[in-house]
């Protein structure tokens, strides 16, 4: 059991630090909205005595680790099994209609990364899966042999942000054609083939885009990101906040609008005074992204990418 959870949490100090303001001396109630294998929800438990935490996974499997992981803190932890964007309905469900904090780590975790049979990492042959719930939806398989070129280069470009999207998707297409993928050695071969000489020298494992673009595709990823990031912000108390964590710059930019959005008066430009209304509902708490430090990095290399963003209600949530 302790191996299962060896895995660091990113920036851990940094977000209770964050979350201190809302959550310290009160009996509060937060959302872990992407619990995985429990780690930031632990150091939250651990940190505030008077927390009551909700715990949102879709990937059953992480459900059960962190419940195990977890389970010394008896009723002050509720484990859902959800999508995050699906928040309000578990609120509702629950008989709350505001919580005190919000917590989202995006992205793949590192129990899904290490489990073989799931297909997220390149590094390892394994089944084209890359479902976070492994008990619905299509996997990555079923997008590289049904998908038409035209959308596999969308996908490519827009979420794996690949130069090369047109020349990898001419080669899928020709291989699919020979037979249908259905492990990822195969497809990473082919990325390799695919990509310029002078890229792979340069550009990171030539699988890294395509596989990260595979996986936002297959889990809807940033579709139900900005969904969820309203939703979280619409639950929020006067004086609660939300801590996001984002790995690349597509989630790092629905969050920052998200609260950019909230963060700023609509009251027209030139009037004397704000109107009554039109002020802002957030603060805006971190100075753009924060980053994690050398040291962190050194120790937790997960970290090197992370973007972490905070922002605090300041007003009610408009009607």
Known sequence: MAAEFAHV?????RVLELFAPALDGRAAVAIDATTGLGGHSEALLTRFPRLTLIGLDRDP???ERSGARLAKFGD??????AVYDTLPEVLDRLGLSR??????????????LDAEERGFAYARDA??????????????ADVLNTYEPGELVRILRDYGEERFAQRIVKAIVAERAREPFDRSERLVRLLYDAVPAASRRTGGHPAKRTFQALRIEVNGELEVLRRAVPAALAALSVGGRIVLESYHSLEDRIVKQALGQLAKS????????????HGPELKLITRGAEKASEAEIEQNPRAASVRLRVAERIKEADA
């Open 127 to 140: 089944p084209l899966d890359m479902r976070m719930d492994p008990t619905t939806g299509q996997t990555a």
């Open 76 to 81: 002050r932890v509720e484990l859902v099994h």
């Open 99 to 112: 919580v005190d904090g919000v917590m989202f780590d995006l992205g793949v975790s590192s129990m899904q």
């Open 61 to 63: 499997h992480a459900l």
């Open 9 to 13: 949490p990113v920036m851990t100090e």
């Open 266 to 277: 609509r009251t027209p430009p030139g009037l004397p005074v704000e109107l009554p209304g």
